[in-house]
């Protein structure tokens, strides 16, 4: 019974599509413009976000993802977590939710009621309504939400908007995936898990609540692309970036699984789009892997002015979420992102 | 070589076995079947400071092959003339009877003789040879094919006969050539191999 209600492990946001791939593919369809559509695909923005009033603007977004965890009920939470936190790195509210499973059809249905109670909860927590959604049967487990947010049109925070002198705050430790993925090969433990479901299931709102009174420049959520991936976009090719390695934020003990050779094909395909840009001020392989390590439900990563970083940082620490000011945005440099 | 089969397991598994494979082995061969895989297997192979060789057999087959740097020469040296590794063209003998077929004894035991001296002729070599029953006594210093079977040693064929067998006929002390092996290795090795020649 016990291994009735249990999932294979098979993704989380390891399965992402390669940023380089996707790219390619999008820039070739077909698209209508309009006023109104303020934030599109063409930007790879964290969501679409649509302007309904002068004071008002939708967003909307879609995430779903096989089992990255064998607990069905955590899964749920994780992936209901990760497809919210969206909205809130568009500096918005969360109005509404709408499920989305894909469920073996010969599987007990126990294990889908789990899945779905953890993504219930955590969109009630979130403070939204959970409208309806849409089934259908596959091979694999799949789960996810398509979210419906509101933001004043002035006060979207987009990813691609930071400025020369911001600092960069990261709100969530970096290492998920090599946590999960490792602990399901057995090479991590118990207690590291724990911790990166704990971080996993933490909703952005809370960060995004004590940040958006700020007024910062620009916020996205770092995802499947692994920190690299996300700081990217934010750069937009304008920028460079300064990244101090000792205060990034990550788990102790997915740095410890890298030296056991815990190297994810998530990380590495995010390694091969990127790492011509990437410049490592010395030989740590344990952080490369890390700053590449794709993040399921990871944090926000915001830039904000130097004045405001402090004071910012120091909120979000007291409210015990485990923000750093990590990095710095410089001028456009030879290579795009430094660790220093 | 000591092979792993990767195929259909995704990262970190093959790193992770290959890892654990060289703590008891020189050499590993990894088979897996995306490149990613082959990439993260560079990156350990670099962490570790050991060499690393890749084939690409086709776009759902590479072969990966990392061995601790000294005693990466030996190996490869001795292997690289015509022995594959785990590639499609690879493949294992077993040989289980001191005959050949079934028919006149005198006449059986000749076809075997020829068959392992012709298996020297092959464009491709075997990987490894297991002998075990009837077979262990061709590993022997009476064998008429030790010759033969210590030439293929040379050019990197590996050698194994069963040892509860060897010890069962009283040969254990006449083993002239490769290695005295177990139950569980020959199993390991049969399983794992992309084919197995039988005589």
């Known amino acids: 019974m016990e291994d009735m209600e249990q999932l294979v492990v098979c993704g989380g946001c390891n399965v992402k599509i390669g940023a380089g791939n996707l790219g390619r593919l999008l820039a070739d369809l077909p698209r209508r413009q309009s006023p109104d559509l303020l934030v599109g695909y063409d930007s790879s923005d964290d969501a679409a976000v649509i302007q309904l009033r002068p004071d008002l603007a939708l967003i909307q977004t879609v995430d779903f993802f096989p089992t990255m965890v064998t607990d069905p009920y955590l899964f749920g939470r994780i992936a209901a977590t990760n497809a919210l936190s969206d909205v809130y790195a568009m500096g918005g509210d969360v109005l509404a939710a709408l499920n989305i499973v894909a469920f073996p059809e010969e599987k007990d249905f126990g294990i889908l009621k789990e899945i779905l109670r953890g993504g219930a909860e955590t969109v009630q927590e979130a403070g939204a309504l959970l409208s309806g959604g849409h089934s259908i049967h596959d091979r694999t487990v799949k789960y996810g939400l398509a979210v419906t947010g509101t933001v004043h049109p002035q006060a979207i925070l987009r990813n691609d908007t930071c400025q020369l002198g911001d600092h960069l705050i990261l709100t969530k430790p970096l290492g998920v995936s090599i946590l999960t993925i490792g602990y399901s090969a057995g090479e991590i433990s118990r207690e590291g898990f724990e911790a990166a479901v704990k971080s996993m299931c933490t909703l952005n709102k809370y960060a995004m609540d004590i940040i958006r009174p700020y007024g910062v420049h620009s916020c996205t959520d770092v995802t499947g692309f692994g920190l690299c991936g996300h700081l990217h976009e934010m750069l937009h090719g304008a920028f460079s970036a300064r990244v101090d390695a000792r205060r990034l934020p990550y788990f102790e003990e997915a740095y410890a699984g890298v030296k056991n050779f815990i190297l994810t094909a998530g990380g590495q395909r995010n390694r091969d789009y990127l790492q011509a840009q990437v410049a490592f001020g010395h030989d740590d392989f344990g952080l490369e892997e890390i700053v590449f390590d794709p993040q399921t439900s990871g944090g926000l990563l915001v830039a904000a002015g130097p004045e405001k970083v402090a004071a910012l940082t120091q909120d979000l620490q007291r409210a015990g979420i485990p923000a750093a000011d990590f990095g710095v945005i410089t001028e456009k440099a030879e290579k795009e992102i430094y660790i220093d | ?199």
């Open chain 2, 1 to 199: 070589m000591f092979t792993i089969d990767a195929l259909g397991k995704a990262c970190p598994l093959p790193v992770i076995e290959t890892r654990k494979a060289l703590k008891e082995h020189d050499a590993v061969t990894t088979v897996v079947d995306n490149k990613i895989a082959t990439e993260n297997l560079k990156k350990m192979a670099d962490q570790l400071g050991y060499t690393y060789a890749l084939t690409v057999d086709s776009p759902t087959h590479y072969t990966v092959i990392i061995a601790k740097t000294d005693a990466a020469p030996e190996t490869t040296a001795a292997a690289a003339p015509a022995v594959p590794e785990a590639t499609s063209e690879a493949y294992i003998v077993v040989i289980n009877s001191p005959m050949m077929g079934v028919g006149d004894e005198k006449f059986s035991r000749n076809l075997l003789k020829t068959f392992i001296y012709t298996l020297t002729e092959q464009d491709v070599l075997p990987q490894r040879i297991i002998f075990y029953n009837g077979g262990v006594p061709l590993v022997t210093k009476t064998s008429e094919s030790l010759e033969d079977l210590q030439k293929l040693a040379a050019a990197g064929v590996e050698i194994y006969a069963c040892g509860a067998c060897l010890n069962y006929y009283g040969l254990t002390d006449d083993v002239a050539v490769g290695e005295i092996t177990n139950m569980f290795r020959i199993i390991e090795m049969m399983r794992t191999a992309n084919r197995i020649v039988r005589p």
